[in-house]
């Protein structure tokens, strides 16, 4: 199960939960009636392969596992995770992951850096926001695939500064 504060995206140093299938090397259809023997080994920029801080973990009897990769696994341009299981015909499952540096987005107008991928698309569209209308009260929204509101940015008096609000 993924953790309440997995990311969906791969950024660099933060929880992420990673989903792979182990397949059969004869059909290359995931191996299906219980793995056994899942390990996972982790490289980070092109460095020495390394037991992973948690063990993947089957859904179910599927063949398809999901591993939690910690912050610091996390810590990388490029993290590649080898995730193997000892079932007879087993091939490994690699995953090559190229991470998002938040870090990179600074100089906002609040003077932080954005935690998560979702909090730099939000300042991303206020930010146009605040520099496509200058006009008073003007608003944007962002829409959930629902069409309920996700947030909605507001131009102040001198175009600006600006609020947004998550909605409930």
């Not at 610091?72 to 007879?88: G, R």
């Not at 906002?108 to 991928?117: A, E, I, K, V």
């Amino acid at each position: 199960m993924t953790p309440a504060n997995s990311t969906p995206f791969p950024i660099r140093g933060q929880l992420y939960n990673l989903g792979a299938a182990v397949k059969s090397i004869t059909s290359g259809n995931p191996i299906t009636g219980g793995l056994t023997g899942l390990a996972a080994k982790i490289s980070k920029d092109d460095g020495a392969f390394s037991s992973t801080t948690n063990t993947p973990v089957e859904i179910g009897t599927s063949g398809w596992v999901t591993l939690d990769l910690t912050p610091t696994e996390m810590t990388a341009s490029k993290v590649c995770v080898a995730i193997s299981a000892t079932n007879s015909g087993a091939m490994e499952a690699d995953v090559v992951l190229s991470t998002l540096n938040l870090g990179q987005f600074t100089g906002r107008w609040d003077g932080q850096s954005p935690l998560r991928f979702e909090q730099l698309w939000i300042d991303l569209f206020v930010g146009m926001a605040l520099n496509g209308a200058n006009q008073n009260g003007a608003q944007l929204q962002l829409l959930n695939p629902d069409g309920s509101v996700h947030f909605t940015s507001t131009v102040t008096q001198n175009a600006t500064s600006g609020t947004r609000s998550k909605a409930t």
